[in-house]
């Protein structure tokens, strides 16, 4: 008698959207709080944060991750606020780098502790990082960031590269009358450490991003301007995202830039996010979200599970209406992690 094949374990069904997309990436913000207070991302003096009890705890978050990796998802994001303020992070990032599908666990930080975390997130899985830096004067740092402190985050900068996390990326938000005086400074620095520069225009996500459009900078502008000082050839970098690359001619610099206002990418999106409460959200310029936390406490199944992120799909909107609708997200930037 002929046995047919038993189903393969390792066959993974795709997260499709109404719109044809395949989520393959998740955004895991593991807390909402920060040693920072960067004025276009969160409220000076805030102190709306999730209770602890709300939080997602590493069991939770564990299970959700696996359930999604049995999806196809194969890329996760550690973000924030910041996530090296989540205590234990990197026993966390070691859970999530075990789980089988899972190729790519990457961290979004301030840097501000990356002096003392470094190697530790390495060594728990974490390959690569995403760093914010809007301007190399410390007196504007601060101005920016609340009260970070320039010389921490330069350390934790240096401290990645030792520890080999590899590619490290700096997130400048670019900003006019802020920091478009030191675009060159940044690409001189970024050149000097072997480090990608990526540019980001403001998002009118929460009261303060919107606050901040007064600053935004249209990216198409400042790709003219540095063509001015940089040969810029258009090229590509892997796992690189929504940005727009050029290669700095004779250097190996890279620098993106992300223009979710001025030219928006969003029929590529491949992304949710989850916030430190357990929301699933499929887009980060909206508010529709599956809340997983009360089903994940009330017992739901594996099986369940895998239905309720499977059917939240359909609530992924086409794009996002950053432009036409600008007051429609409420929450902060740090709430979702950017
Ligand atoms: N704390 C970490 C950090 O700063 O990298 C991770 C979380 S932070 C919310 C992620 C990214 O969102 C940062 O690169 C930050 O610059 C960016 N961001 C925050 N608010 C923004 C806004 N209104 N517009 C554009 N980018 C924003
Ligand atoms: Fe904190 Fe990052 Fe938001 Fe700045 S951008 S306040 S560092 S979460």
Redesign the pocket.
Known sequence: MEHSQPPSTQQQDKLQDSFGRTVEYVRLSVTDK?NMR?F??MPEGFKGFEEPENWLTFDEIERVIAAFAQLGVSRVRL?????LVRKNLPELAGRLAALDGLEDLSL???AALLNRYATDIKQAGVSRI???LDSLKADRFKEITGNGKLEEVLAGLAAAKEAGLSPVKI?T?AMKGVNDDEFIDLVNYCAEMGFTLRF????P?GS??RN?SGNYLDLQKVIRTLSDTFDLIPGMVPGGGPARYYRVRDNDLHIGFITPISQHFCETCNRVRISVDGALYLCLGDEHKVELRPLLRQGISDAGLAEVLESSMSLKPEHHVFKESPDRVIRF??MT??
């Not at 980001?200 to 998002?203: G, H, K, L, P, Q």
């Open positions: 920060c960067c276009y991302c973000t924030g606020g910041e996530p979004s930080t301030n995403n760093v914010s997130n938000v980001i225009e403001t998002m996500v303060t991003g901040a930037m740090s992690g950017g």
